[in-house]
């Protein structure tokens, strides 16, 4: 498929886990990328560069849409992917923590958007997608700062959908289910019973398995796609059946 040809993408977060997955499908699809992350990619895919970029700098972030404006002349699509976890209920993290993830999950989606829309304005083919969470809308134990700043990651992103609406751009989110990305593999190499841990992990969603990067982005670039020229203000999940379906024990 080579529906991106000829279009440019922005996926923050996209050194590693799902944002990385993201830049190689777009890229293999046609797409020129712009990886925004605060490390480098391990390994820089063609027809991509790498920008470092803290979302939670409003001069960093215009600099790099400066950078972007310059080397690929506008945008098209925008992954807004970057995002930080957190364990524990509403006693586990101090204000300050609380403030800086809410900066990076949700103000910082906010600020590179608001950064990228001169760009995506001018585009035929205008489309942000933002990576949610199945738990936005599924109490899930010990992610209460997580699952409140995905939560309005989701009212966010219906809000941009019907700001934007009239100006060609699409706005849509992806909902996964718990991933296997870096964060989830450094979580379960700090657990007492790693097993144990990712079969609790397994049993949560009755496909009976982690969702993988490559599917979130594979959804990630549904919705982006000018094929779906009709499809805004949707949250699609990805979830495995965890928020939907309750299949009985055997």
Excluded at 113 to 132: D, E, F, G, K, Y
Excluded at 145 to 174: C, F, P, Q, W
């Amino acid at each position: 498929m080579s529906e991106f040809a000829g279009l440019r993408a922005a996926v923050t977060g996209g050194a590693s886990g799902i944002g990385a997955a993201t830049t190689r499908l777009l890229a293999e699809r046609g797409a020129r990328v712009a990886v925004l992350d605060i490390q480098a990619p391990a390994e820089l895919v063609p027809q991509s560069i790498s920008i470092t970029c803290d979302v939670t700098s409003t001069a960093g972030v215009a600099a790099a849409m400066h950078i972007i404006e310059t080397d690929f002349g506008g945008l098209d699509v925008l992954v807004n992917n970057a995002g930080m976890g957190a364990r524990g209920d509403v006693t586990a993290q101090d204000a300050d923590t609380w403030h800086h993830l809410l900066d990076v999950n949700v103000v910082g989606m906010a600020r590179v958007t608001s950064a990228a829309l001169p760009m995506l304005r001018r585009s035929a083919h205008a489309a942000i997608v933002n990576t949610c969470s199945a738990v936005a809308v599924l109490g899930v134990p010990d992610r209460a700062l997580y699952a409140a700043s995905k939560g309005a990651v989701l009212s966010l992103t219906l809000a941009m959908a019907a700001d934007h609406i009239g100006e060609g751009i699409r706005v849509n989110a992806v909902a996964p289910g718990t991933t296997d990305t870096p964060w989830v593999q450094r979580f379960l190499a700090a657990a007492d019973d790693p097993v144990a841990v990712i079969e609790e992990l397994r049993r949560r969603q009755p496909l009976g398995r982690l969702v993988t990067a490559d599917e979130v982005a594979h959804a990630i670039a549904y919705l982006a796609s000018p094929l779906s020229g009709s499809t805004t203000g949707s949250i699609l999940g990805v979830d495995g059946g965890m928020v939907t379906l309750r299949i009985p024990s055997p």
